[in-house]
């Protein structure tokens, strides 16, 4: 099925309004990115609650907040704001919409939502806890599901990296790493891509 890209110029701006209070540290933090519900998995980092990992929480929050009024239409998402998205990212998913086009009567390519990590949406996605790996920031997002449960942990780690944008700093989506499994988006998109190479119909469904 396809859908006409572009936004209506109101919910750009709302848009760019919003992703703005993750691009200064003193931007007041999420209630849900407090110390105390901080990710307490130290595999993925240590957990943290500073400005730098509240701006990031901001930012994701956002981010979430606005793809879910877009109907969690993640190639829309990234054909709209590819700023948002590292560039090994950004070609990851552009080489992956490219082979679904070439090849539209076969399961090609991600056959789930990438940054909901599911095939199975559960709105809205909330911030859960924020942990630092290294110069990243892991932000842990949930469903909070309207008019179901809660689900009780999160569906997805978003992998964010501060970057220089003029005299500011800004945030950019590097990963969304798997909470079921050590994987990640970057690493389902190089296997994806060495499937549909060979020729193979690559796709690793999401029951969630």
């Known amino acids: 099925m396809s859908h006409r890209y572009g936004l209506p110029r109101r919910c750009a701006l709302a848009l760019a309004a919003a992703l703005a209070l993750g691009c200064h540290k003193e931007a007041p933090p999420p209630a849900s990115a407090s110390a105390s ?35 969690d239409l993640y190639q829309q998402a990234v054909h709209d704001s590819p700023a948002f998205f590292a560039p090994a990212l950004l070609a990851g998913l552009h080489a992956d919409s490219a082979a679904k086009q070439q090849h539209p009567d076969e399961v090609v390519g991600l056959d789930w939502d990438p940054f909901l990590e599911t095939q199975d949406p559960c709105d809205p996605y909330q911030v859960m806890g924020t ?22 942990a999160p569906d997805v780690i978003a992998e964010v990296m501060a970057r220089s944008e003029g005299g500011g700093t800004g945030w950019i989506f590097v990963d969304f790493r798997h909470t079921d499994d050590a994987g990640s988006l970057m690493q389902d998109l190089k296997a994806l891509g060495t499937a549909s190479a060979s020729g193979a119909a690559g796709a690793r469904g999401k029951s969630r």
Do not use: H, I
Not at 131 to 152: F, Y
């Open 37 to 71: 519900t901080a990710v307490r998995d130290t595999t993925l980092g240590l957990p943290a609650a500073d400005g730098a990992a509240q701006s990031a929480a901001a930012f994701v929050q956002a981010f979430y907040q606005w793809y879910g009024k877009l109907g």
């Open 131 to 152: 942990t630092r790996r290294g110069d990243t920031v892991l932000v842990a997002v949930g469903g909070m599901c309207s008019g179901r449960e809660p689900r009780a």
